[in-house]
């Protein structure tokens, strides 16, 4: 990929705060960070002083190691988001924002830029209370979720920046544990698997305890679609990562499961292999392809929405149905949305019509599918990821209806810009056709419609 000049705008917001020569001053993002070689976002919390205090000093000392020698280019440049675990600490937020900044060496998101700090929370699923250094390379990529981890295990940065090593090498020299059923779903399998005997098909990694709730609910349901899939496709394979505390929880948890695992001995795999991917909470069902390249991370809610495994391996879409996972998308992303009647005739209506418009709007912004979702609107080239979805008759496209005051008609073709508080409705009787929808959606892009702002219309419908 060629050097993606515009990225630390995108993700940082144009000015950046620094504290220099005892006082608080600007600089712009762009001019801030381009010379350096790994950017890392460290995400702190002005309340939580202890946690946050052992780990920055750590991050500063690796940050001046790094950079003692450097003069234009950077080994490492740290931009610090500060975060509250709790809003009723602290009376004057403001205050306590510019404390925690006071002192150190590097950058900071302004206080002010309170939707661009969430955002960047929700884009790297940061846990409240949890310092998190994320780093970066220098187009933006991700090279690690928890880089905090490996700097508490590599304090002096000796493998600086730690990147990930791949999964045929973290799992090279396991033998890997079968579960309970798995001569029965495997009758020809040999006594020895390891990870590189697998068949070049998709394969599943599955994180989860017998200690979680949720888990000991999903892992039936798993089991059961892990033997219609493999019914179709026999090289599936699914390895299971366990986070339980106790080897007699493990064991009793394993019993049941038709599939290989990575044996309880291997803790320090197990930890690898839950940096490598980012796993943030259990249950977690990511897949990959017969390359090792990420298919999806939420293969389990997926699995939810197509219990049958129709969709498998659940590939990223162009145009996707509008269910409660890309409504929450909405806060991050503009979408494109066509709300159709639920028959089996309309989907494939609105389909016919969104797909040419969203293939040519993401070949157009080289925006890549393939990449991790935190990564979408750092490698777009344009400002926005934007979605294209089809609202069929459901309880998630009713709320997104009367959030911002839609007329319940269909078909329907709305541009909703819910970052920017407004959306723009195709003019009632437009027909709806391949060529109107992708004039609509350059014009949409463009700002060339008529917006109407979501407060506005929530205050007329109140009235």
Request: glycine share 6%; proline share 5%.
């Amino acid at each position: 990929m060629a050097h993606n000049a515009h990225w630390h705008e995108r993700l940082f917001g144009q000015q950046l705060l620094r504290y220099e020569n005892g006082a608080f001053g600007f600089a712009g993002a762009q001019e801030a960070l381009y010379s350096a070689n790994i950017t890392g976002v460290y995400f702190s919390f002005a309340n939580i002083s202890q946690q946050s205090d052992d780990f920055v000093k750590k991050l500063r000392l690796l940050y001046e190691r790094l950079n003692q020698d450097c003069c234009e280019v950077k080994k490492l440049e740290v931009v610090q988001v500060v975060l509250w675990a709790n809003n009723d600490v602290f009376s004057d937020f403001e205050n306590s924002h510019r404390d925690s900044l006071v002192g150190m060496p590097w950058f900071a998101v302004p206080f002010s830029e309170i939707e661009l700090k969430t955002k960047l929370s929700r884009r790297y699923r940061i846990k409240s209370g949890v310092p998190t250094l994320v780093l970066l390379d220098r187009d933006g990529g991700t090279i690690s979720v928890s880089a905090q981890e490996r700097l508490l295990e590599d304090p002096m940065g000796t493998s600086f920046p730690w990147r990930p090593r791949p999964v045929d090498q973290v799992l090279k020299d396991v033998v890997l544990q079968q579960g309970g059923t798995y001569c029965k779903e495997h009758p020809s399998t040999k006594e020895e698997t390891r990870y590189g005997d697998l068949p070049d098909a998709v394969r599943g990694f599955y994180f989860s305890a017998n200690w979680c709730p949720p888990c000991r609910a999903f892992t039936p349901q798993l089991a059961e679609v892990y033997h219609v899939i493999r019914k179709r496709e026999p090289g599936f394979e699914i390895v299971f990562v366990s986070s339980d505390r106790s080897a007699e929880s493990y064991a009793s948890y394993v019993e049941n499961m038709p599939w290989l695992i990575v044996p309880w001995q291997q803790a320090a795999v197990r930890a690898e292999l839950a940096q490598l991917y980012g796993i943030r909470g259990i249950p977690t069902l990511l897949l990959l392809d017969r390359n090792g390249h990420i298919i999806t991370t939420d293969a389990r809610t997926e699995l939810a929405e197509d219990p049958m495994a129709q969709n498998f391996p659940w590939k990223p879409r162009a145009v996707n149905i509008l269910t409660e996972r890309y409504a929450n998308k909405l806060h991050d992303y503009p979408a494109i949305v066509l709300f159709v009647d639920g028959e089996e005739t309309e989907l494939q209506f609105a389909e016919s019509v969104l797909s040419p418009a969203a293939d040519s709007y993401y070949k157009k912004h080289n925006i890549n599918f393939n990449c991790a979702p935190e990564d979408f609107s750092s490698n777009c080239e344009d400002d926005h990821y934007l979605q294209f979805l089809i609202g069929l008759d459901s309880e998630t496209s009713d709320i997104l209806r009367d959030l911002i005051g839609l007329d319940d008609v269909v078909p329907l073709l709305v541009g909703i810009d819910i970052p920017n508080r407004r959306f723009a409705v195709m003019e009632y009787g437009v027909e709806i056709t391949v060529d109107a929808v992708s004039d609509f959606v350059e014009k949409f892009q463009k700002g060339e419609v008529k917006f109407i702002d979501v407060n506005d219309r929530v205050v007329e419908d109140e009235h």
